[in-house]
């Protein structure tokens, strides 16, 4: 657990360039493609031994090598991200498998929860990254056991994914509620019925835990989040456990309803009477490249009060800006033309 | 921050007996003043060697010596509480500078939060406790620092005081909601128009905290509470933060009220408009003797299926005796009798 | 709306006994058929006049006569009914044109919400409903219509039903969330992004509106309350309107999945982008015979203060006793036996 | 209750104009001072025979008449307040005998949940009131019968006030919690142990009851909102009763902490162990008139499709600005200016 917290906010000073970038996009609108291409230039311009990796695809840009996850896959030193939060919940989804490069996410004009730079400043947040001027937050992964009902390990694919948002049950489409049995560390914590629960990271906590919910976890607190979905039942309240807790959740013999899995909002499989998942910190983190980290001398001196410079928290202003987080009740003048 | 996770549910086995011990209470009920002589007249017998200590009182028993807390205080090996939560809290008040002696805590036949063993089972406590046979959950506390409006220290006797349970402001008997800024390591988070907020350990979560709607977290976590009470907004939020964050409380100028000090629900002083509190983790938790950490041979045997002897989580059985969590709607047979 | 309210609570006394009675069930478990045979005798031999009818099933019994709902259904002045909660909304959804007669409940021994009486006390209900010596409670129902995009409405066989707890939308297996516009008696009210939203009736408050964080309606306020689902916003709150409101549920062009339609916990079908549903207090409720309204004279001396005999709100005892309402956190005197 | 909502929304067509009309303000600042003034000249010369009264202080305008509350109070015809939601507030408790006249309210620039108007439209809202041209909104009260522990009737001053928000009981700068019993219509409900609770109309639902966690109830219904301040209880739940129910909330005897009690935010006497206060729908609602009830007929025909003229429900539009009901959470394109 404490790996995890090892290098949360520090700046990395090795100044040593990435040899292989990762490109990844889930969405291919023009905005999207002109900015790869735009990526592409620069990077080859300024940084001509860099070798560029894409996912399969059939149209990927000329000169960029096809990458595919796994075991074998080669070597990749930072992964750039362009498009909405999914992007980089897709990003999570190709590194399965030990530790996972720096990832530089980049919005295309839309603000996201993870999404700390935005296009036009590309300039700025690839020399910084190049130059090892960054500081990332390592953003707590969850991992997956999964058991049939006489206790033996099921093999699936869901198995290896290690998740950023969160693992989510829910009875989807029945019309009755399911019943899940859970248990921290072996011990039985509570039987729940309801229509879901979730086992949220801090960094899935503003997702979809929140809206069932939960309370905001700051990202960079290692911790596991059990929110119920809709409990049938007065006194279920969100629990925040350390992450060296295993959470397992077992579908009750005596439920009503089996449980579609999600995990960072993907459809899984479903996992019926007996069945169970136990969920894990992972020991592979994602090292999320803070938008903060990259400041020049000049901006420095004028921050001014409140946070030093590179101090400042992203997520502060991220939950102001974007969740509205506290909006005061308006009590503000009006003029005349706003009172209609 | 590491520090408070070192110990946390290690079994000490050093094996070494305590040579003093602390006795507190608060209320003298006659169960209570009997409860300490037999507990006196236990340790004498079986653990001749050992000084016993007891807060200054007109009436301590006799050869029970008198201990002051402070920076000369004597040191002490073993704290044993005997009453509710509360005399926990007070406990931990006497132990405002340096490391916290294991504290052993016995209720009196009520059940409570802080309180893992019955009086009744005084002689397997006391004899597991010498001899080192236990665990403990090193309890998170917070310590605050007071500036009045320039920016100056203050210097209060609340600074000194490192609490279990929560820092909470509130306005009290004042009409009016008032009005604080809330700063994160020096950052601006937002303007809370409340009755008040609560800054809070996890062990605190299921008291005030819970009340006011904060989540439960597992007192094993080293983290922050921050939970407004009764906020003009409709989109305040509980907030978890890593105990390595400071919080600031500062009470605006416009506030249209002061803000009442209570730590650990004792009422300490007015905050006024332009005075502030920062809120950090404490460097000295308080090591709480588990109750399952003592746990005979046999019993282990017993103990079947889920957690492993010695590993059971206290806290677990808590929340679902003592907080009644997620009590599942009732729809079991009635006999007649039931019916009416 | 006033007419909802018009008998609530009256005492019935007109004393003519119902000369036709429908039996309802869902079950076919044994102790459902027995109870039923029961009822027969009982009403066959104490009230010989009076027509018995059954919904149609392979194995009515014998004398029974088949009922079908509809324009030119039978007419009915009393309905029975033996099951849980699920077999009341089952009756209710049978009569969905027209004034609905009076219902009498009977659990099978298991509590319900819906359930005043216990199948053990069947003569006595039996004997005081026959001899009007009863009073109802009129729960209110909703009704829908359903409009295309192009705002003509749709002819589906859910336009007809008639909910008693509520009407809800969900995003069901789809992985995102869907986007909803309200409207209240036409003026634009919201647009809500979550899994979906519930429109309920005060009967129907304790259901999932209750599970999803909606208030505790009193079920003879004519009221419609509306609750969001997991909704993605920090602000989003339960709202109650009059009953004299209409609510108007559209599924948004730009939402990014339709939305499946549940009335009382029957699947219904699927509103796609630019469909609408409006929902609208029904013109008849369910007329429920209330538990406490059958009362011996003796029973009524023994109630002592607090409501007068046939006063008593059943309503109270069963927030009480089966959601456990309020249940304070325990700290009473354990024995020894507990502790464990 | 039904004749509360008698007149609801119904256009009041007599014309007939007022011939009293009583000023009602709480602050002397100069806006205000100012906005009376030219009221003032606007009537007399528009509506000579008027006659204008003003609560007593000493520097009442010239040839206004002093009004003094009570049964032989000059009959009012219509109020006009000038100043922040509390003016209303303080307007209602002038009126505690008796029906009491429409009020016609006026912000002097800032937003209130009560303040239809706009102090700078006030030619077009005076006359539209004189000419009868408005409709009215009934928001209801609640009003109070004080008992001692003896069961005998407690003569207070708090007896005669209506409140309009609501009625709250808080353990004010008290350390303890309070444990008050509360009995609905005569029968107990539940043993609520908290900070204190609140007995809301639906207008104060957007008060303090909001803050504390209950539904947002639209004003034109006719309920009762029971709201725990801070429950010692994991399944303490809003509730929303008839308004013909009567609420009874009585201190009990082993409370550790008296109630201080709040009406409309006005801080009345203590209620002690034993003691106990019974609510009920107060006869006498406060007749509101509807900003949207003043339309001219141009604006009628610009209105477009939803709600017709004079049809729109101030409150949608109200909940929406001022609370920011529903605020979804932003991912709107962004300029670059924003971004830092
Ligand atoms: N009722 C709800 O709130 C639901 C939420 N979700 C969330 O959607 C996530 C998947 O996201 P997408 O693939 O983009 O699907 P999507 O396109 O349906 O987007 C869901 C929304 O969640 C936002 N989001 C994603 N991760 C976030 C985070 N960590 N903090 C704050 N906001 C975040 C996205 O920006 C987007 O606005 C899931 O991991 C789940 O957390 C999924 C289903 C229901
Ligand atoms: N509305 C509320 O819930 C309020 C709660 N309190 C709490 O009371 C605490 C002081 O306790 P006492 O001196 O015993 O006062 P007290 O005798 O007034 O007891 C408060 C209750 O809180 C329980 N409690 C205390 N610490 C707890 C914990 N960590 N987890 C679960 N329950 C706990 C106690 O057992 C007792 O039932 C404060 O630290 C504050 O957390 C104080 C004021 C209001
Ligand atoms: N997450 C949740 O809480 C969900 C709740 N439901 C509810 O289930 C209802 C259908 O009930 P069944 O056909 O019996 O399905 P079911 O057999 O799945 O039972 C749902 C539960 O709700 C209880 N219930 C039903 N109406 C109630 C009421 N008015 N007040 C209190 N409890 C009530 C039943 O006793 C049963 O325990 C739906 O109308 C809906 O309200 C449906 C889906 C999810
Ligand atoms: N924690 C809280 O939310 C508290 C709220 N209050 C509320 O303040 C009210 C007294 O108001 P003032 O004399 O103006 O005191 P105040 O000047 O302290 O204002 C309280 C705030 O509540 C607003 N408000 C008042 N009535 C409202 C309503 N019906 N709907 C929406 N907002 C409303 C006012 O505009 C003002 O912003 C009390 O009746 C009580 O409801 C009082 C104490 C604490």
Redesign the interface.
């Given at each position: 657990m404490?790996l995890l917290n090892y290098f949360q906010g520090r700046r990395v000073t090795n100044g040593i360039s990435p040899k292989s970038v990762l490109i990844v996009n889930k969405l291919r609108t023009k905005p999207v493609v002109d900015a790869i291409d735009t990526l592409l230039s620069y990077i080859r311009k300024n940084y001509p031994d860099v070798q560029i990796y894409h996912e399969n695809r059939p149209d990927i840009p000329q000169g960029v090598k096809v990458w595919k996850p796994g075991p074998d896959a080669a070597k990749i030193d930072l992964v750039i991200t362009l498009g909405?939060d999914g992007t980089i919940l897709h990003a999570s989804s190709l590194f399965k498998v030990g530790a996972v490069p720096p990832v530089l996410s980049f919005?295309m004009?839309?603000?996201?929860f993870l999404l700390p730079f935005?296009i036009?400043?590309y300039t700025k947040a690839i020399d910084s990254a190049f130059a090892g001027r960054i500081t990332v937050l390592h953003r707590m992964r969850l991992s997956c056991t999964f058991k049939d009902s006489g206790g033996d390990r099921i093999d699936t694919k869901a198995e290896d994914w290690q998740v950023m948002n969160e693992i989510a049950l829910?009875r989807?489409?029945s019309?009755h509620l399911n019943t899940i049995d859970v248990?921290?560390?072996?011990?039985?914590?509570?039987?729940?019925?309801?229509?879901g629960l979730i086992v949220s990271t801090?960094t899935g906590?503003t997702a979809?835990s929140?809206?069932?919910?939960?309370?905001?976890?700051?990202p960079?607190?290692s911790?596991i989040?059990l929110t119920?979905?809709?409990?049938?039942?007065?006194?279920?309240?969100?629990?925040?456990?350390?992450s060296?807790?295993s959470i397992t959740l077992k579908i009750s013999k005596r439920s009503r309803a089996p449980a579609?899995l999600?995990m960072d909002?993907?459809?899984s499989h479903v996992l019926n009477p007996g069945e169970s998942v136990t969920v894990r910190a992972s020991l592979h983190p994602i090292p999320c490249i803070n938008r903060s980290s990259i400041t020049e001398p000049d901006e420095m001196r004028e921050a001014g009060e409140?946070?030093?410079p590179g101090?400042?928290?992203d997520w502060?202003r991220d939950i102001?800006?974007?969740?509205?987080?506290?909006?005061?009740?308006?009590?503000?003048?009006?003029t005349?033309h706003q009172?209609t």
């Open positions: 404490h909405g919005s004009g839309t603000l996201g935005h036009d400043d829910h989807g489409s019309p248990f921290v560390d072996g011990q039985h914590l509570t039987e729940a019925v309801s229509d801090p906590s979809y929140l809206s069932a919910g939960g309370p905001i976890v700051h960079s607190l911790a989040v119920p979905i809709c409990p049938r039942s007065l006194s279920f309240r969100p629990l925040v456990f350390p060296s807790s579609g999600s909002g993907q459809t409140g946070a030093g101090k400042e928290d502060v102001n800006n974007l969740l509205q987080y506290n909006a005061t009740f308006r009590s503000k003048a009006l005349r009172r």
